[in-house]
């Protein structure tokens, strides 16, 4: 059975063409939260697109999430990156290894995952973030996602929020000695995801109840919390990061799932999801986890990953254009004088050129741009 014919034009599925301004929105996008993250004292690196497959997987990249293929030189099996963050510990822990800690590093680029899901269907997307590696302690847990809103903020989206979790707490609990009942530690915690209170009371496993009920709005999340007989760490950390939120960003609104687990499946103490108006799901996710160094030892890290594509679909990132028809003959010395100040310029080949049909917003009469 023969294949059919490619459509001239048709692209795989979840793989799409950024068109004009969409593609310059992503550019500005990228620009602006690496420069707000960069002048947050972190150094940018660009790990390469493709790598060895068990590298990514060791960095953390679930296997069913890289697209492998074998490499014709090194007979290897290569990947290409579903997630930068793994690269970049990567990078911390072996090249720059020797520099002195807290090492602040962020990055951007595109990412590539072998299938999409119901909620966000593209395969491709754009990754952009920072990693702070050497601390994991409540200031540096602050520190970035401080940042991670900031970046966010000034690339100009609205309607912050924030939800906060404890993916390890609840094995750490059940190792402090909290009874699970006739369950397993793995039953507990789908039917804390599952917020199934009756399954949890049925099986002995009632101290893990209140748990469900402490999820919600910071303030009554924390004093619930504050009953239950937590890890005066764990809820530590949340009252700093609640305190250090309301003094950078008080309109930023924040909640409490002391629980919740998906997706923050290498996350040690802390993690930490974004949300924005106007945006379906996350726009960015982050925490605490540990990094492994090539003699074995573990090194503590905070970092966060913001999902430009959907800020984008958003409308963000859009800059008022100002593109100029340069006539035939215009004075080489008078193009690149508007170029300087910041004119995008269209160099007419011929008389007949329509500045309007050249999405030019301006035509140059006398030697001066004139609104069309």
Request: aromatic letters at 4%; glycine letters at 12%.
């Amino acid at each position: 059975m023969s294949t059919p014919a490619i459509i001239p034009g048709l692209l795989p599925e979840g793989l799409r063409d950024r068109l004009p301004p969409d593609a310059t929105s992503l550019a500005n996008l990228v620009r602006t939260l690496i420069a707000t993250c960069m002048a947050h004292g972190h150094e940018r690196v660009q790990p390469p697109l493709l790598e060895y497959a068990e590298a990514l997987a060791a960095g953390g990249a679930a296997t069913r999430d890289l697209l492998r293929f074998t490499d014709p030189v090194s007979q290897h099996t290569l990947a290409i990156r579903s997630d930068m963050t793994g690269q970049v510990g990567r990078i911390a822990t072996t090249r720059l290894a020797a520099q002195a800690r807290p090492l602040r590093l962020c990055y951007a680029g595109p990412v590539l995952r072998v299938r999409g899901d119901q909620l966000s269907p593209e395969r491709e997307r754009t990754q952009a973030g920072a990693e702070l590696i050497g601390s994991d302690s409540p200031a540096a847990v602050a520190e970035m996602l401080v940042l991670a809103v900031t970046a966010l903020k000034a690339a100009g989206l609205d309607g912050l929020s924030v939800d906060l979790t404890l993916p390890a707490l609840v094995g750490a609990l059940a190792a402090a000695g909290w009874p699970l009942g006739d369950a397993s530690l793995g039953d507990v915690q789908a039917w804390l995801d599952g917020k199934d209170a009756g399954a949890l009371r049925q099986a002995g496993a009632t101290r893990f109840v209140p748990l469900i009920a402490a999820a919600g709005p910071a303030p009554a999340a924390l004093a619930a919390l504050a009953g239950l007989g937590l890890p005066a760490g764990r809820l530590g950390l949340l009252d700093t990061l609640v305190a250090a939120l309301a003094a950078a960003h008080p309109d930023v609104a924040v909640t409490i799932d002391p629980t919740e687990r998906h997706g923050f499946e290498y996350q040690t103490g802390i993690g930490f999801s974004l949300f924005g108006a106007g945006i379906a799901g996350e726009v960015g996710r982050g925490g605490s986890y540990a990094l492994s160094r090539a003699d074995g030892r573990s090194e503590p890290a905070v970092g966060f990953s913001l999902y430009v594509d959907g800020l984008v679909d958003a409308g963000l990132g859009r800059a008022p254009m100002r593109r100029v028809l340069l006539p035939v003959g215009t004075d080489p010395a008078l193009a690149a004088r508007l170029r300087a100040e910041g004119w995008h310029t269209v160099a007419a080949l011929s008389e007949d050129d329509d500045p309007r049909a050249l999405r030019c917003t301006h035509a140059l009469r006398g030697g001066v741009p004139e609104a069309l």
